[in-house]
């Protein structure tokens, strides 16, 4: 892996649980035992939208299907996490399907509920690769209606955008928070999509207008390791997979040391 400085990471971990039990404990166990993991600076774990638009939308929805977005302080905290927490064992261990991103992040800007978790990180140049794009939305009670309807206006835009490598997203409390996850050939490509391309231009203007959002946060960062494979059924998997290909993996963490075993009771007069 290259990393290319010490400092925050960021990982996004997209998975489908076999189980709808094993699914809905992770929902409500996991998000809050998530804030007490060591080195997380910062998590959201969200179900992801309906299949139809590559879960990008809103509407009939498997809550097998989960999408994780964490800050860490480095990227030990994250091996750590991999190797010793029941979450992280879980997300690989009981899913069908798990795929793992690590990115460099090299810029953000706003606030998500209050919290600004990479506050100082230093603006960095956009790679000439591959980037990935963490949005969130903190949304209030006025603009749900809008906001909703203008995701399922863009949806068909974002996912024909001929630089769009993968792209999930999913709702939190109930619906008063979006987020997204998306990965892009290019930094123009995204750029292309977000501020010069309709309705999703449209969107932007009129949020910032008409302050249509309590306030948001948006991360770029530079993928630079993945392990696993992307939703099977969707129209991403094959460009993920080449993605995949094209850099390093991310390590695989070792099993759990077996806790040892006190000897077998014999009697005396055995």
């Given at each position: 892996?290259?990393?290319?400085?010490?400092?925050?990471?960021?990982?996004?971990h997209?998975?489908?649980f076999?189980s709808?039990?094993?699914?809905?404990?992770?929902?409500?166990?996991?998000?809050?035992?998530?804030?007490r993991?060591?080195?997380?600076?910062?998590?959201?774990?969200?179900?992801a939208?309906a299949?139809r638009?590559?879960?990008?939308?809103v509407?009939?929805?498997?809550?097998r299907?989960?999408?994780?977005?964490c800050?860490?302080?480095?990227?030990?905290?994250?091996?750590?996490?991999?190797?010793?927490?029941?979450?992280?064992?879980?997300?690989?261990?009981?899913?069908?399907?798990?795929?793992?991103?690590?990115?460099?992040?090299?810029?953000?800007?706003?606030?998500?509920?209050?919290?600004e978790?990479l506050?100082g990180?230093?603006?960095q140049?956009?790679?000439?690769?591959?980037?990935?794009m963490l949005?969130?939305?903190?949304?209030?009670?006025?603009?749900?209606?809008?906001f909703?309807?203008?995701?399922?206006?863009s949806?068909?835009a974002?996912v024909?955008?001929?630089?769009?490598?993968?792209?999930?997203?999913?709702?939190e409390?109930?619906?008063?928070g979006?987020?997204?996850?998306?990965?892009?050939d290019?930094?123009?490509?995204a750029?292309e999509?977000?501020?010069?391309?309709?309705?999703?231009?449209?969107?932007?203007?009129?949020?910032?207008?008409?302050?249509?959002?309590?306030?948001?946060?948006?991360?770029?960062?530079r993928?630079?390791?993945?392990?696993g494979?992307?939703?099977?059924?969707?129209?991403?998997?094959?460009?993920?997979?080449?993605?995949?290909?094209s850099?390093?993996?991310?390590?695989?963490?070792a099993?759990?040391?077996?806790?040892?075993?006190?000897?077998?009771?014999r009697?005396?007069t055995?």
């Amino acid at each position: 892996m290259s990393r290319n400085g010490a400092g925050p990471i960021a990982s996004a971990h997209v998975f489908t649980f076999r189980s709808t039990r094993d699914a809905a404990r992770s929902l409500v166990r996991d998000r809050e035992r998530l804030a007490r993991v060591p080195g997380l600076r910062f998590a959201r774990l969200v179900f992801a939208g309906a299949r139809r638009w590559e879960a990008m939308a809103v509407g009939w929805i498997d809550p097998r299907r989960q999408l994780a977005m964490c800050l860490w302080e480095d990227e030990a905290a994250l091996d750590r996490f991999r190797e010793r927490s029941p979450i992280g064992r879980a997300w690989r261990g009981q899913t069908d399907q798990h795929c793992e991103v690590r990115m460099a992040p090299f810029r953000t800007h706003g606030t998500y509920r209050g919290l600004e978790p990479l506050a100082g990180l230093r603006a960095q140049p956009a790679p000439a690769g591959p980037v990935a794009m963490l949005t969130f939305a903190n949304i209030p009670a006025r603009g749900l209606v809008y906001f909703y309807r203008g995701i399922h206006r863009s949806a068909e835009a974002l996912v024909a955008s001929g630089g769009l490598i993968a792209a999930v997203g999913g709702p939190e409390r109930l619906g008063r928070g979006g987020m997204t996850f998306t990965i892009w050939d290019s930094l123009p490509d995204a750029l292309e999509f977000s501020y010069r391309r309709e309705p999703h231009r449209e969107i932007v203007r009129s949020v910032r207008e008409h302050e249509r959002l309590i306030d948001s946060m948006f991360i770029r960062a530079r993928p630079y390791a993945i392990e696993g494979d992307w939703f099977p059924w969707s129209r991403f998997a094959g460009r993920f997979e080449d993605l995949a290909r094209s850099m390093p993996s991310a390590p695989v963490p070792a099993p759990p040391a077996a806790t040892p075993r006190s000897p077998a009771f014999r009697s005396p007069t055995a």
